[in-house]
Structures are given as structure tokens and as C-alpha cells.
């Protein structure tokens, strides 16, 4: 949460606060089913539940909630699941973006080949997951 106040604390200018749910999912296989149901799971319950809690507009100073998940694959996804998890989008605005907004981040992790592949909000992940494989590979 960041603030900013003039002179007393009373006497606040500005307040907003930032939230991230992340999902970890374990699958042998990646496919375009998945995604659509992740999607489906956004809409349905994380989005209303998590970020809304529930009521109309999330709470007062809500900046910008990320639903991110990250999915652990045994095997990479075909070339047509590729290109689907680069399209996935969910962004959802709030009173015109006055309450925020709300985006999904999806990230799918191999074992086999140990390649990452995001969509377009969510690439930052990218290099979180490939120093993950890199200090695994340390370990073992």
C-alpha cells in the first residue's frame, strides 16, 4: 500500500493498494480445455470472490489486482496451445477504472524441456521461473 500525506496523517492526499492471488496448478499436459477453464474459474469465483470480496466494486483505494497462475507442466504444450497461451486475456475495469482494475497473468512451466511460456501480462514471470530452474539445477 502506498500513501502520501500532507503534513498529518490526518490529512492524506492519496492511498492505493495493489494485490496479487497467485494459483499454482500441477498437470501432465497443457491443453486449449485448461485454459478456458481457468478463464471460467476467473470469472466465476476468484474474481468475484478475491478481488470484489463479494460486493459491487472492490474496496476504496483498490489500485490493481493481478490473479496470476502458474502452471507445472510434465511435458510442453502443442503449437496451437502455444499461441492460446500467449492470447489468454482477462482485465476487468472498476467504475471506469475509478475503483482499478483487475488482470490475469498465466504462466506455463516444463519439466521436460524447461521453457516458460506467458501471455502478454504476464512475461515478467518468465524470468522469475527460469532463475527457478536455473538454481534447480544447482541443487541437484
Not at 40 to 69: A, G, W
Not at 119 to 131: A, I, P
Request: overall charge neutral; proline content about 4%.
Amino acid at each position: 500500500m502506498s500513501e502520501k500525506y500532507v503534513l498529518r496523517k490526518e490529512a492524506q492526499l492519496w492511498a492505493v493498494k495493489t494485490f496479487e492471488h497467485v494459483f499454482f496448478i500441477k498437470e501432465n499436459s497443457f491443453s486449449p480445455e485448461k485454459i478456458d477453464e481457468i478463464k471460467e474459474l476467473i470469472i466465476q469465483k476468484i474474481e468475484p470472490e478475491f478481488v470484489r470480496k463479494n460486493d459491487k466494486y472492490p474496496e476504496k483505494d483498490h489500485m490493481i489486482s493481478y490473479i496470476t497462475f502458474v502452471v507445472l507442466c510434465d511435458s510442453a504444450p502443442d503449437p496451437q496451445t502455444k499461441k492460446l497461451i500467449k492470447k489468454f486475456h482477462f482485465d476487468k475495469g472498476y467504475l471506469l477504472n475509478f475503483r482499478g482494475h483487475s488482470e490475469a497473468r498465466l504462466a506455463v512451466a516444463t519439466m521436460d524441456t524447461k521453457e516458460v511460456f506467458t501471455n502478454y501480462v504476464g512475461k515478467e514471470l518468465k524470468s522469475l521461473l527460469f532463475d527457478i530452474y536455473k538454481k534447480m539445477e544447482e541443487l541437484l
